[in-house]
């Protein structure tokens, strides 16, 4: 089962990462951004990392029993607004679409997290720099909606 959840959140990557790999060299570019915009080369390393706490995470929250049903289904419902956002983003051009749909992945990962972290708190650590992750990944996209 480890497996299969990091496997699902590397779905989803592959699902954004189609969506991404045109444009982030062309439009992207283009876009003003703020000074604290991180180099393009850091994300690839970045999503790996947290794809593979994230599965872990979820893998260690299933392994408490059946109480966490909620948990892991809202694993696999969180996927949809994750890969979603790259489509958004960078496939169909539309930051602002985007940035709503970061809010309500926001908002799945912070109950994700309390959630994990009263099943099995190693969980909820391991979870936490997703959230943290795109907690700056939703300042990053505000400001390039705002700059543009």
Known sequence: MLVAFIGAAFVAGAIGSAATFENVRSWYPTLTKPTWNPPNWIFGPVWTTLYVLMGTAVWRVWRTGPAARPLVIGYFVHLLPNALWS?????????????????????????LLVGFWRADRLAGVLWLPYVLWVTFATALNSAIVRLN
């Open 87 to 111: 489509i958004l983003f960078f496939g169909l051009k539309q930051p602002a679409w985007a940035l709503a749909d970061i809010l309500l992945l926001w908002v799945l990962l912070v109950w």
